[in-house]
């Protein structure tokens, strides 16, 4: 369900049983207070990390989403204590309508195009998280013309 690799000692794959099986003190119970729009309950980043173990290389992190070829790159530094990986609502995977099986969350990002912390970087759909020595793939619109259109076909391929 969700892969973490690239600048890593050990690449591991988390099914949604391993992530529900994290110990309570990096787990996020309901991230709906931070935004009600975005239900569920996730891990802190920082407690994923530790399973994999970045290698002093790594320096930002890269959330792939297949599912819409979208990606994100972000400062590691910057990140590694603010996300969280959604990753359950209900008891069950956080649904596709909700960005699922897997998002990855900021709780209080910046607006759209002004940050490397911004509310773009709020990846859905996130399969693959890849610790990379230098910025990675980052399809983030950069100017409002971008993210209007960005927007404009999520819309579309939801009501598809
Ligand atoms: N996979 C994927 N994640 C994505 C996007 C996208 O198009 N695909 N859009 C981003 C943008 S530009 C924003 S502003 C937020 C919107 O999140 P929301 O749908 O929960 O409002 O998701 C981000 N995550
Ligand atoms: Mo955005």
Request: net charge negative.
């Amino acid at each position: 369900m969700l892969r973490i690799d690239g600048e890593v000692e050990e690449v591991i794959e988390f099914s949604f049983e391993e992530l529900a099986a994290f110990p309570a003190d990096v787990q996020v119970l309901d991230v709906g207070r931070f935004n009600p729009k975005r239900p569920g309950d996730g891990i802190t980043l920082d407690g994923l990390l530790d399973r994999v173990r970045p290698k002093s290389t790594a320096t930002y992190l890269t959330l792939h989403a297949t599912a819409d070829d979208f990606a994100a790159s972000i400062p590691l530094a910057a990140v590694r204590a603010e996300g969280i990986v959604v990753y359950r609502l209900n008891g069950q995977p956080l649904p596709l309508e909700k960005g699922g099986p897997v998002r990855f969350l900021i709780p209080d990002p910046a607006a759209c195009h002004t940050d490397e912390l911004d509310d773009c970087a709020n990846v859905k759909f996130v399969d693959r998280i890849e610790l990379t020595a230098g910025r990675g793939r980052d399809t983030r619109p950069d100017d409002e013309d971008e993210h209007e259109e960005l927007h404009r076909r999520e819309a579309e391929s939801q009501r598809a």
